[in-house]
């Protein structure tokens, strides 16, 4: 690896995970989109109206910090969430937004617990997502919903937007694509798990996994 362009890294990276996302049905139609953030603060990022499996590295969009467009295809309307979630987590490098099935189809169930919408099911997703804040339905492009995930998104890698799904940071786009997918499982274990009575983790074992491992939020 050594001396190879970062650049052609990266896109490479998000052509691999993107088809690896479409081929398990983690992504259908041109929905999803993934990013890695430079070191120089321009971003790669899925272009728009692209299917995630079949994306090509040179028309992965590259786009300046100040949002200039460098090369490659037009980015995602999606890119202000990316942007949004760099903002507020400086040691993210990837993030990974999804309209997966099961954690979409927990985005527009009622009475969830906005502050926390998962029960805490099993050790790895606390380990790796923690609590999952859930940000009320804006539709889509509305440039409102940055600010809220900047907010939130300082002390969550994960938050999950109404009616729509899931995006998540990681300290690189590996790391986000494992968070994303745990989300997706326990978003599942929870919808199996309906009307069957269920012991979530308690608070006691909650801290003693960020005792052992760290909290989600530091990762
Ligand atoms: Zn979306």
């Known amino acids: 690896m050594t001396g190879a362009d970062p650049i052609a890294q990266a896109r490479a990276e998000i052509v691999r995970h993107g088809r690896s996302l479409f081929e398990r049905g983690l992504?259908?139609?041109?929905?999803?989109?993934?990013?890695?953030?430079?070191d120089d603060g321009s971003m790669l990022l899925t272009p728009t109206d692209a299917s995630l499996g079949g994306l090509e590295p040179d028309r992965?969009?590259?786009?300046t910090a100040e949002g200039a467009h460098v090369s490659g295809d037009l980015p995602s309307k999606e890119a202000f969430l990316h942007r949004a979630i760099y903002a507020a987590r400086p040691h993210a490098r990837g993030v990974v937004h999804l309209h997966a099935t099961h954690s979409a189809a927990v985005s527009c169930?009622?009475?969830?617990?906005?502050?926390?919408?998962?029960?805490?099911?099993?050790?790895?997703?606390?380990?790796?997502?923690?609590?999952?804040?859930?940000?009320?339905?804006h539709p889509p492009g509305d440039r409102s919903l940055a600010g809220r995930i900047a907010a939130i998104a300082v002390d969550h890698p994960a938050v999950l937007l109404a009616n729509h799904g899931p995006i998540v940071a990681g300290a690189s786009l590996r790391q986000a694509m494992n968070a994303i997918e745990e989300l997706e499982e326990s978003a599942k274990l929870f919808l199996l798990l309906r009307g069957v009575p269920t012991r979530p983790l308690d608070a006691g074992q909650i801290a003693d996994l960020e005792t052992r491992f760290g909290r989600a939020n530091d990762r």
């Open 27 to 38: 992504a259908t139609g041109s929905s999803g989109n993934l990013s890695i953030l430079l």
């Open 60 to 63: 992965i969009a590259h786009v």
């Open 109 to 137: 169930m009622d009475g969830l617990d906005a502050s926390d919408c998962l029960p805490p099911l099993t050790a790895y997703q606390v380990m790796k997502i923690g609590r999952l804040p859930l940000i009320p339905y």
